[in-house]
């Protein structure tokens, strides 16, 4: 899984992902898109996308939609996954780029 298709199922399922660093840092993919890591103070001496493929276990956060009164008695609960289910879960996101046939007749 690439740091782009990680951005992808954390957009199409509003999850926030976590991952841990080489050094102990943690990655944060927003339900936006946008990995963040916030320990971060400096110019990073390390490739995102390399420590992402060294992961391999993720702590994956649903965005709560404060809509409903039982989300906020029952806020979603985060859980860990390995690279084996979060890999399943971007096979089962539906690509948003695929075309769509419509009958005009």
Do not use: W, Y
Not at 44 to 66: I, K, R, T
Not at 86 to 102: C, F, Q
Request: negative net charge; proline residues 9%.
């Amino acid at each position: 899984m690439t740091l782009a298709e990680l951005r992808k199922v954390s957009i199409r399922k509003q999850l926030k992902i976590h991952f841990k660093l080489r050094n102990g840092m943690e990655c944060i993919v927003t339900e936006n898109g946008l990995a963040q890591v916030p320990a971060l103070k400096a110019v990073p001496d390390f490739n995102l996308e390399e420590e992402l493929a060294a992961a391999s276990e993720f702590l994956v956060e649903p965005v709560a939609v404060p809509d409903k009164k039982s989300d906020k008695k029952n806020p979603p609960i985060p859980r860990t996954v390995t690279r084996e289910e979060l890999d399943r879960m971007s096979a089962a996101s539906p690509s948003t780029g695929a075309p769509v046939e419509h009958d005009d007749e």
